[in-house]
Nanobody, 122 residues
Framework: QVQLVESGGGLVQVGGSLRLSCAASGSDFTIIDMAWYRQAPGKQRELVAP???????IYTDSAKGRFSFSRDNAENTAYLQMNNLKPEDTAVYYCSAQWYKGQDVTRTFRSWGQGTRVTVSS
């Protein structure tokens, strides 16, 4: 099993910045992709941005121009730099990773972190 732990959330004013981190741990695993999701109060969980293991990062509309994603493959850690935060960014942010165990690429799994809360005050 792969465990994901997010950190970096908190309270920030409108226009401020936060950097979220997601660290994956476990044994004998390879991560295929990682992504950030968020869930605002009373709303469904939504994708913020996928992070690919290749050279291309795809941003959703809510993230374009304000959020930036990076990943340290050697450390199995992903980051989400969030700038110019808005009240509508207030949510619990979750990290998710798709992975496989050992050499069995035909059987993949998905893990979720416990979430880190981001509150943007106006």
């Amino acid at each position: 099993q792969v465990q994901l732990v997010e950190s970096g959330g908190g309270l920030v004013q409108v226009g401020g910045s936060l950097r979220l981190s997601c660290a994956a741990s476990g044994s004998d695993f390879t991560i295929i992709d990682m992504a950030w999701y968020r869930q605002a109060p009373g709303k469904q969980r939504e994708l913020v941005a996928p992070i690919t293991t290749g050279s291309t990062t795809i941003y959703t509309d809510s993230a374009k121009g304000r959020f930036s994603f990076s990943r340290d493959n050697a450390e199995n850690t992903a980051y989400l730099q969030m700038n110019n935060l808005k009240p509508e960014d207030t949510a619990v942010y979750y990290c998710s990773a798709q992975w496989y165990k050992g050499q069995d690429v035909t059987r993949t799994f998905r893990s979720w972190g416990q979430g880190t809360r981001v509150t943007v005050s106006s």
